[in-house]
C-alpha cells in the first residue's frame, strides 16, 4: 500500500532528500481507482524510488503550487530536481506509468 502524504513538509523532506514518485490522485476519482490496485506491482518494479499518494482535495495549494491540475498525475523529483511528471486527466495504463519511471535520468 503506498503511503499517503500528510503534510507539505512531508513533500518537501521527499522532494529534497530521496528519489521519489508522487502520484497525485482523489477518492472520487474513477481513473485513479482503476491505477490503485497495479501500484504495489509498480513500486516492486522500481524499489530505487520512494512512492507517496497525494490527495489533490487535501493538497490543492500544493497542486496549484506544481501545476498539476489533471489526475492521477505522477510527478517524479530527485534530491530537490523535478525528473519529469506524467501529467494529464487521461487514463494511464500500467504500461504508460512503467514506460515513464523507466525514462527517468536521476
Known amino acids: 500500500m503506498m503511503k499517503?502524504?500528510?503534510s507539505v513538509d512531508q513533500f518537501n523532506e521527499y522532494k529534497d532528500s530521496h528519489d521519489t514518485i508522487f502520484m497525485f490522485t482523489a477518492g472520487w476519482c474513477?481513473?485513479?481507482r482503476v491505477i490503485d490496485p497495479i501500484m504495489p506491482d509498480i513500486e516492486k518494479a522500481f524499489p530505487n524510488y520512494s512512492f507517496l499518494s497525494v490527495d489533490r482535495d487535501e493538497f490543492i495549494d500544493l497542486c496549484i503550487e506544481m501545476d498539476i491540475y489533471g489526475?492521477?498525475?505522477f510527478?517524479?523529483?530527485s534530491k530537490g530536481h523535478e525528473l519529469g511528471r506524467f501529467v494529464s486527466r487521461d487514463r494511464k495504463t500500467p504500461e504508460e506509468i512503467e514506460a515513464f519511471i523507466a525514462g527517468l535520468q536521476s
Do not use: N, Q, R, Y
Open 4 to 6: 499517503k502524504l500528510e
Open 30 to 32: 474513477p481513473d485513479c
Open 71 to 73: 489526475i492521477p498525475s
Open 75 to 77: 510527478l517524479a523529483f
